[in-house]
């Protein structure tokens, strides 16, 4: 898993609350990624970053901000959720030059 | 617009048997292809990796095949295992000034059966 871990696994919350969403990497890569994943959609970026306090936009990135204050953490924040916001989430960095992606394990995100 | 279909979506199989999953892409310009495994409840991992070069390469009983000209590429399963049952997802990489763009096919849903 290159040391990718997620958390929440699992969050169930209400229309209108703030979600943040931690991905940790214990490997020091630049690259990091946030993607959703829905059916019949492939996974779609959010936000990545290339380095600390470095970020870009997605392509679906309405609704959604992050950050990187330090070069392990990516965290990703859904400032007032709304309910087409109900995915599964994914971190991932990347790996060599050849976007060798390695991806934690997701976060299931619902939102009533 | 850059695209990646996939298909089938869905495909069930007996144990031991072969099946080939297909990948069509429009994305230019063409760095490398990706294949990938996804596990339910798990995050995709990488099988195998195509650059524009490689007609074929393979990785235990995976096969993944890629035709440049045609812009598609396959991945064959050979003697398939219960631990086959997964997603499998194309992942085509575009490289142009902006860096390297992904773009990811839906998938396909493989379902081994004893």
């Known amino acids: 898993d290159a040391g990718i871990t997620q958390s929440p696994r699992h969050k169930v919350t209400e229309t209108g609350t703030p979600v943040t969403l931690r991905c940790h990497q214990t490997?020091?890569?630049?690259?990091m990624y946030w993607y959703r994943q829905d059916p019949g959609h492939g996974l779609r970026l959010i936000h990545y970053?290339?380095?600390?306090?470095?970020?870009d936009k997605g392509e679906v990135s309405d609704g959604y901000s992050v950050s990187r204050s330090k070069t392990e953490d990516f965290l990703l924040t859904l400032e007032s959720a709304t309910s087409s916001q109900t995915s599964v989430y994914f971190c991932?960095?990347?790996?060599?030059?050849?976007?060798?992606?390695?991806f934690g394990s997701g976060t299931q995100l619902s939102v009533l | 617009k850059n695209q990646v279909e996939q298909s089938p979506q869905s495909l069930i199989i007996l144990e031991g048997k072969n099946c080939t999953l297909q990948?069509?892409?429009?994305?230019?310009?063409?760095?490398?292809l990706r294949w990938y495994k996804q596990d339910t409840g798990r995050g995709p991992v990488s099988l195998t990796i195509?650059?524009?070069?490689?007609n074929t390469k393979s990785n235990g009983r995976y096969t993944a095949t890629l035709d440049a000209d045609t812009k598609q590429s396959s991945l064959h399963i050979t003697a398939s295992q219960l631990s086959d049952s997964a997603s499998y997802i194309c992942?085509?990489?575009?490289?142009?000034?902006?860096?390297?763009?992904?773009?990811f096919g839906g998938g396909t849903r493989l379902m081994v059966k004893p």
């Open positions: 991932a960095i990347s790996v060599g030059s050849n976007e060798k992606l390695f």
């Open positions: 490997e020091n890569h630049r690259y």
């Open positions: 970053s290339y380095g600390v306090k470095d970020t």
């Open positions: 990948c069509n892409y429009t994305v230019s310009p063409f760095s490398n």
């Open positions: 195509m650059t524009f070069s490689e």
């Open positions: 992942v085509v990489i575009a490289m142009n000034n902006a860096g390297n763009m992904l773009t």
